[in-house]
């Protein structure tokens, strides 16, 4: 296992610079750059703010040949300018080696568009992102494993009839979809207004007791890690039943009844350690999936700044720096998180050998 956990450390850099690769090819092609977007606004938008710019004022005059769509009309001082300003004025390759050589300093640059770095807009970013994901995660390990649990125990039964229907209705509605529905009926949409949107805290935590702030915290988390909750145990029941369904038909559970042993005995001294291996295994995996993936829509839909909001703000704007830093922190915290996945499938059953299978 160690040759293992050595090779998957020794390609995480590789792997990374294949994505900053892949991504820089795409964004050289992409239209609409962040010239572009600026040209836009200096053309009727904004053009005060983009005027300040170039401090050429507001004189708009015939610009020369450009490669940039709505360039005409534009000063070519101004496009220039925007170029140099943006980074633009530089061959591809030589921006590339570059950014390859800051990122491996986790140096990402400054904003476009925002007066920080995208270090300090991550930083203050993650812990949005962190709270969605570990809370989700958790809160589906507390539904879903005794509810798979409970179905396996009472297999073919009405319970597990009803439930099965209830765990595929709620995996079938769109997780952007029943946000919506939360935020109308008990955000202030319509009819109630029992929870906050925007932000995990109120104006006035810092003059919050102790367990005031714990109590803030959790009412501004209710309504998004609901909506994530919902859409995200439905697999993991199921999983958790098949797991029990199998552990409970083989030899030893039949010896354990034989020898006397209660239902409970049986269920949760013999079958739930063998049966919970992949289910336990599985949360690194199933945390991956929450951050980066389940919490996107919701951190919009609630406009909750973090990092998938400001991901999805960059991409708007075409805000590069931060689309690289985004995209780099995820595959990165990606990476680790899927290795340590690995190591636990390992650790909890010592029969799964991830280096034969790489022979």
Not at 78 to 100: H, N, Y
Request: glycine share 8%; charged share 15%.
């Amino acid at each position: 296992m160690r040759n293992y956990i050595i090779k998957r450390i020794l390609l995480i850099p590789f792997t990374l610079l294949g994505i900053l690769a892949l991504n820089f090819i795409i964004i050289q092609f992409a239209p609409g750059g962040p010239v572009e977007h600026v040209l836009a606004q200096y053309r009727g938008m904004n053009t005060d703010a983009t005027a300040s710019i170039s401090g050429k004022g507001a004189a708009v005059t015939e610009a020369g040949k450009s490669n940039y769509q709505g360039a005409s009309g534009v000063p070519e001082e101004l496009v220039r300018e925007l170029e140099k300003q943006f980074g633009f004025d530089k061959p591809p390759l030589e921006r590339f080696i570059k950014m390859v050589k800051d990122y491996a300093l986790f140096d990402f640059g400054k904003s476009f568009y925002q007066d920080k770095s995208v270090a300090k807009l991550i930083a203050e970013r993650m812990p949005v992102s962190v709270s969605l994901g570990l809370w989700s995660t958790l809160i589906i390990y507390l539904i879903a494993i005794p509810l798979g649990i409970k179905k396996a125990v009472c297999d073919g039964s009405k319970f597990d009839a009803v439930t099965s229907f209830l765990v595929i209705l709620g995996s079938a509605i769109p997780v952007f979809l029943f946000a919506v529905f939360l935020i109308v009926f008990f955000a202030g949409g319509t009819y109630l207004s029992w929870f906050p949107l925007n932000n995990l805290t109120s104006d006035n935590w810092n003059e919050l007791s102790v367990w005031g702030k714990i109590a803030d915290y959790f009412w501004h988390l209710t309504l998004p890690v609901t909506a994530m909750v919902i859409g995200g145990f439905a697999s993991l029941t199921m999983l958790t039943k098949n797991s029990f369904l199998d552990e409970i038909n083989k030899q030893y559970v039949l010896t354990a009844r034989a020898k006397g042993l209660s239902e409970n005995q049986v269920l949760y001294g013999h079958v739930f350690r063998n049966a919970m291996l992949i289910v336990i295994a599985g949360f690194p995996s199933l945390l991956i999936k929450m951050l980066f993936t389940g919490s996107l829509l919701i951190e919009v839909i609630f406009s909750l700044n973090g990092l998938g909001l400001l991901g999805y703000q960059a991409i708007m704007t075409r805000d590069y720096p931060v689309i690289f830093g985004t995209m780099y922190i995820f595959a990165f915290l990606g990476l680790i998180l899927k290795l340590v996945s690995d190591i636990t499938y390992s650790l909890v059953d010592p029969r799964i050998n991830f280096e034969a299978s790489q022979n």
